[in-house]
């Protein structure tokens, strides 16, 4: 267990409105990532930090934003959501094991924009 | 072309059957390889690293050829709770921390009684 927990689980909201989906883990991991899992593709990264005020982009960062004020939370928000952002969404951290940085998952966060 | 390529599957074998996975990927700069199991609904579990020696792990092995660029899943003595989507998992981050992965879109397993 690598200590992340996501809030909330499950979110519904319309069209053009902001929201902001929280990461939050409790072993003082450097490193964190959000992705993004759709049907008929594999998880996609969104935006990753490397540290408190460093963050950068992932390969589908278009449409989100995210900030990173403490170690352990790392909060993404999609600014005015649209239904291309239905999606399940998942953060992580990376730990290193044996000379080799392992990503961990949280729970997920389903989100319908409708 | 998609960074990492897997056979989708679905893969339908019975217990005890020994089935394997096959995965290629697309850059040759990529440093590290990995397996995830996905039960339907929850997140990605890391199954096991892949190291270029090959590596096994109880009934499961992992295998890769960076010559061929193709990274390969073998599981023997199938369980029922075996049954997940598999992810081939590939970080083309060279000598970075910064773990940026890559995922195939997975293979789905389903054992059967």
């Known amino acids: 267990d690598a200590g992340i927990t996501q809030s909330p689980r499950h979110k519904v909201t319309e069209t053009g409105t902001p929201v902001t989906l929280r990461c939050h883990q409790t072993?003082?991991?450097?490193?964190m990532y959000w992705y993004r899992q759709d049907p008929g593709h594999g998880l996609r990264l969104i935006h990753y930090?490397?540290?408190?005020?460093?963050?950068d982009k992932g390969e589908v960062s278009d449409g989100y934003s995210v900030s990173r004020s403490k170690t352990e939370d790392f909060l993404l928000t999609l600014e005015s959501a649209t239904s291309s952002q239905t999606s399940v969404y998942f953060c992580?951290?990376?730990?290193?094991?044996?000379?080799?940085?392992?990503?961990?998952f949280g729970p997920g966060t389903r989100l319908t924009v409708t | 072309r998609k960074e990492v390529e897997q056979d989708p599957g679905p893969f339908n074998v019975p217990e005890g059957a020994t089935v394997a996975f096959n995965c290629t990927y697309s850059n040759s700069a990529s440093q590290s390889f990995f397996w995830y199991r996905q039960d339907c609904r929850k997140e990605p579990k890391l199954l096991m690293s892949v190291y270029s020696s090959g590596n096994e792990d109880g009934r499961f092995t992992a295998q890769l050829n960076r010559a061929s660029q193709y990274i390969s899943l073998l599981i023997r003595d199938s369980k029922l709770s075996d049954s997940a989507t598999y992810l081939c998992?590939?970080?083309?981050?060279?000598?970075?921390?910064?773990?940026?992965?890559?995922f195939g879109r997975g293979t789905q397993l389903t054992v059967w009684p």
């Open positions: 998992v590939v970080n083309l981050d060279r000598g970075s921390t910064l773990g940026r992965l890559y």
């Open positions: 072993e003082n991991h450097r490193y």
């Open positions: 930090s490397y540290g408190v005020k460093d963050t």
């Open positions: 992580a951290i990376s730990e290193l094991t044996s000379g080799t940085y392992e990503q961990y």
